[in-house]
């Protein structure tokens, strides 16, 4: 399916809609996503706010800009935020976001669902977090292929596949709704390894996946390996293809619409709700943060304020006839149905 062209790209499109159609509500649900911190301990080879890369400048977000950002969340009805950042796993940073969960639940009533990406962690911590509040949890596997993994990762115990492997268990055992993933396109990675990282996402009964295009950082090492890449728009289209099978494969999981999309294509995200994605994070990150978390180059609205993003997103849905999900958590009907 990943190499479908012509007519059997189309039928591809086509199945995995009627599918989502079949089995999702006609909703995109949305996750205003919190760019809470730059600061990170790992070095991965790919990621621009890698610790070794000194044009970044660091940032955490006050507590007063960061519950503005669920605030805002609250008033226009998205119905969930996602915290993203680096990766650290002090003390200190996780009593921090474990005061923040608690603080959100109680001036939002309990109404915003609350995800989080904060990289890997220990059972405890986890359970700590899902204790304060939060629900559902996306760490990436990057590619599901350990030898591919250490080629884009530092060789060392920071950077360790079967420890990533352990931290995708260890959320499934504190009680989060279980989200992974992985970047498509990356230097060395074949089409088999793409299969096998769908196989990989069914075998581990995710609910929810989060998967994007690769886009290459020149401040980053694995930037040396450009000559090896597909042109932007084929990494566009390998991952249209990986969402439209994914849908086909797990019916009722939920499928982001990654932002990397949108930096190759200022329609990627919309493109992808059609192929079968059902969740979009607006970056609601203030203005003045946005441009120090660059993962990528070209990141869409870093000049935005967070007012303007919203009412494109907005424009948007209508145009491809998709209706938001209001004032709702949009979990994963995978979650709920094992739950019944
Ligand atoms: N630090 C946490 C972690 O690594 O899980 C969460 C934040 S991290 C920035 C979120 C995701 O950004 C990663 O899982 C990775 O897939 C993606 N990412 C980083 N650099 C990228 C790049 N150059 N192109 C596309 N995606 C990238
Ligand atoms: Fe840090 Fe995540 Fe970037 Fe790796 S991908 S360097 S853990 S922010």
Avoid at 26 to 48: A, F, P, Q, W
Avoid at 170 to 189: C, D, E, S, W, Y
Avoid at 219 to 239: G, I, S, V, Y
Avoid at 286 to 298: A, C, I, Q
Wanted: glycine fraction near 6%; proline fraction near 3%; charged fraction near 25%.
């Amino acid at each position: 399916m990943l190499d479908a062209g012509g007519k059997d790209k189309i039928l591809l499109f086509e199945k995995a809609r009627e599918i989502t159609d079949l089995n999702i509500d006609n909703k995109v649900y949305l996750r205003g996503l919190i760019e809470y911190s730059n600061v990170c301990i790992k070095d991965c080879l790919y990621c621009g706010i890698r610790k070794s890369n000194k044009n970044t400048e660091r940032y955490t977000l006050s507590d007063e800009d960061f519950f503005q950002s669920a605030i805002y969340a609250l008033e226009h009805n998205y119905g969930s935020i996602a915290i993203q950042a680096g990766e650290r796993t002090d003390k200190v940073y996780i009593s921090k976001i474990s005061h923040l969960l608690k603080e959100i639940k109680k001036l939002s009533q309990g109404k915003l669902g609350i995800t989080l990406s904060l990289g890997e962690q220990t059972l405890d911590t986890y359970q700590k977090w899902f204790e304060a509040g939060a629900h559902r949890y996306l760490l990436r596997i990057e590619t599901s292929n350990k030898e591919l993994y250490s080629k884009i990762h530092p060789n060392n115990d920071l950077h360790n596949f079967d420890k990533r492997l352990e931290a995708l268990q260890n959320i499934r055992k504190a009680g989060f709704q279980l989200g992974t993933g992985v970047m498509i396109g990356l230097p060395h990675q074949t089409i088999k390894n793409l299969a096998d990282d769908l196989l990989f996402m069914k075998a581990l009964d995710v609910d929810m996946v989060g998967m994007g295009p690769y886009i290459e950082h020149p401040e980053t090492p694995l930037f040396e390996a450009q000559h090896l890449l597909k042109t932007p728009k084929q990494r566009l289209d390998l991952t249209f293809k990986m969402i439209a099978s994914l849908r086909i494969l797990m019916k009722d999981i939920n499928i982001v619409a990654a932002t990397a999309l949108q930096a190759i294509d200022k329609m990627g995200r919309e493109k992808a709700i059609g192929y079968g994605a059902n969740i979009m994070m607006p970056n609601i990150t203030p203005t003045n943060f946005k441009k120090n978390y660059k993962l990528y180059p070209n990141k869409p609205c870093i000049d935005e304020n967070t007012e303007e993003c919203g009412l494109c997103i907005d424009t948007k849905m209508n145009l491809i006839g998709s209706q938001i999900g209001y004032n709702e958590w949009g979990d994963s009907k995978h979650f709920t149905n094992s739950k019944v």
